[in-house]
């Protein structure tokens, strides 16, 4: 009897769980963060940032309409992609409404991540990056102003 009712419970916690895991890594999720500094320079006061990281290929809404809105939304002064916008599942060519989309919004810069170069998409991505017009830094830095 006491298998049995671990049975029956177990199966909505596994249920509840995968539903977590699938939103979590699915879903359009936005943090806003104050970070107030003394030493940072007046003109840079309200300054918005969007950073967008680990995507591995998803896809938000049709032509990525979801993520776009999100960022659309954030009225971002700069867009930072730190990584991981592709994986070996990606197909590049799906990535490209949204790249454009983002560098229309405001200016990109962009860094790869471990799966651009594991996937092989790493050079690819980043002359498609360049073409949409996003900054693509590698072992350099643009300074803001």
């Not at 419970?9 to 249920?15: A, I, K, Q, T």
């Not at 200016?107 to 170069?117: A, F, I, K, S």
């Not at 594991?118 to 990056?129: H, K, P």
């Not at 693509?136 to 300074?143: E, I, S």
Request: glycine share 6%; net charge positive.
């Amino acid at each position: 009897m006491a298998k049995r009712r671990t049975r029956l419970w177990l199966l909505p916690v596994m249920l509840a769980a995968a539903g977590f895991c699938y939103l979590d890594n699915c879903t359009v999720q936005t943090t806003f963060r104050t970070l107030r500094c003394a030493t940072l320079p007046e003109a840079f006061s309200g300054l918005r940032i969007v950073q967008i990281s680990d995507l591995h290929g998803r896809v938000f809404g049709k032509e990525h309409a979801a993520l776009l809105d999100a960022v659309r939304a954030a009225k971002p002064d700069f867009i930072a992609i730190t990584g991981d916008l592709a994986d070996e599942d990606t197909a590049l060519p799906s990535l490209r409404p949204l790249l454009a989309g983002l560098t229309a919004l405001a200016p990109v810069y962009y860094v790869t991540g471990n799966h651009e170069w594991a996937s092989g998409a790493a050079r690819t991505l980043m002359a498609a990056l360049k073409t949409a017009g996003a900054a693509v830094l590698g072992n350099d830095y643009r300074v803001l102003r």
